[in-house]
């Protein structure tokens, strides 16, 4: 009875003494990848505004291609989500269609789209967020600020990553019900935490897409920006390529540019 006693004693005041547990290395992974995203969010602030012009591939599975030309508005906002109007230029058939997106850190984000051929603005519902925009491999939910409530994050390991660069790992859970993802990871680079790969899982955590960007060029003296993105579907064989042409800051955008109306106005 003693030696039980004693026996179990020892092992209590072991557990206590631990230092490294499978709950606290769960917690410690946490709070390093939230540290990685809190410091990935904190090196894009104060950009302010900005315009761009770019060119979107569309591939199928057999590698017949699509492309279209846009614009695309973008404006910061302190204390809430970013706002941002992507405008189609060509091919005619999707000449002066419009998407809007209001992102808000913890409400829902609105998303507004609006096509000439039915001269009509449509909202895209939450629970429509996972669809396709306009056609493409990204999905509404992809059109959006990033924001730190909306995942929870968990901080995995290091690995070299694109061009012989040093990358964290770090998973991100949606905390929104309507996300079309069960998690994503992403490769952030160690140096100026930028993104350069990432994996998005469906809902049955299968693979779904993987998202790899390049030639990132940076801006201000502190922005980085990648000028071509590729976005592959693992489980159709599509991809979508996007191809940064130009881009300016601080052109004077105000949120009166990204009001619902000037979805119809977008030329």
Same mark, same amino acid.
């Given at each position: 009875?003693? #030696? #039980?006693?004693?026996?179990? $004693?020892?092992?209590?005041?072991?557990?206590?003494?631990?230092?490294?547990?499978?709950?606290?290395?769960?917690?410690?992974?946490?709070?390093?990848?939230?540290?990685?995203?809190?410091?990935?969010?904190?090196?894009?602030?104060?950009?302010?505004?900005?315009?761009?012009?770019?060119?979107?591939?569309?591939?199928?599975?057999?590698?017949?291609?699509?492309?279209?030309?846009?614009?695309?508005?973008?404006?910061?906002?302190?204390?809430?989500?970013?706002?941002?109007?992507?405008?189609?230029?060509?091919?005619?058939?999707?000449?002066? &269609?419009?998407?809007?997106?209001?992102?808000?850190?913890?409400?829902?984000?609105?998303?507004?789209?609006?096509?000439? &051929?039915?001269?009509?603005?449509?909202?895209?519902?939450?629970?429509?967020?996972?669809?396709?925009?306009?056609?493409?491999?990204?999905?509404?939910?992809?059109?959006?600020?990033?924001?730190?409530?909306?995942? &929870?994050?968990?901080?995995?390991?290091?690995?070299?990553?694109?061009?012989?660069?040093?990358?964290?790992?770090?998973?991100?859970?949606?905390?929104?019900?309507?996300?079309?993802?069960?998690?994503?990871?992403?490769?952030?680079?160690?140096?100026?935490?930028?993104?350069?790969?990432?994996?998005?899982?469906?809902?049955?955590? $299968?693979?779904?897409?993987?998202?790899?960007?390049? /030639?990132?060029?940076?801006?201000?003296?502190?922005?980085?920006?990648?000028?071509?993105?590729?976005?592959? #579907?693992?489980?159709?064989?599509?991809?979508?390529?996007?191809?940064?042409?130009?881009?300016?800051?601080?052109?004077?955008?105000?949120?009166? /540019?990204?009001?619902?109306?000037?979805?119809?106005?977008?030329?």
């Amino acid at each position: 009875m003693l #030696n #039980n006693l004693t026996s179990r $004693s020892l092992l209590f005041a072991a557990m206590l003494c631990a230092p490294w547990t499978p709950v606290a290395a769960q917690d410690e992974a946490q709070a390093k990848g939230l540290q990685i995203a809190k410091e990935q969010k904190m090196r894009d602030r104060g950009w302010g505004d900005s315009e761009s012009e770019l060119q979107m591939t569309l591939r199928n599975a057999q590698g017949r291609e699509s492309v279209r030309r846009m614009r695309a508005l973008a404006l910061e906002v302190q204390g809430d989500g970013d706002k941002s109007l992507t405008i189609f230029d060509e091919p005619m058939d999707v000449r002066g &269609s419009a998407f809007l997106t209001h992102a808000h850190p913890t409400a829902e984000d609105e998303q507004w789209l609006y096509l000439p &051929s039915v001269k009509r603005t449509r909202r895209i519902a939450s629970r429509n967020k996972s669809g396709p925009f306009m056609a493409s491999e990204f999905a509404y939910e992809d059109m959006t600020s990033f924001e730190l409530e909306k995942f &929870s994050f968990r901080y995995l390991r290091d690995e070299a990553c694109a061009e012989q660069l040093q990358c964290f790992v770090v998973e991100q859970t949606p905390t929104d019900s309507f996300s079309g993802y069960s998690k994503i990871l992403v490769w952030v680079d160690t140096e100026h935490y930028r993104v350069q790969r990432a994996e998005y899982y469906d809902r049955k955590d $299968s693979l779904l897409k993987t998202l790899t960007t390049y /030639d990132y060029q940076l801006y201000l003296d502190k922005f980085w920006r990648p000028h071509r993105l590729v976005m592959e #579907n693992q489980q159709t064989g599509k991809s979508t390529e996007l191809l940064l042409e130009s881009m300016r800051f601080q052109t004077g955008r105000t949120a009166a /540019d990204f009001d619902v109306s000037a979805l119809e106005r977008a030329r």
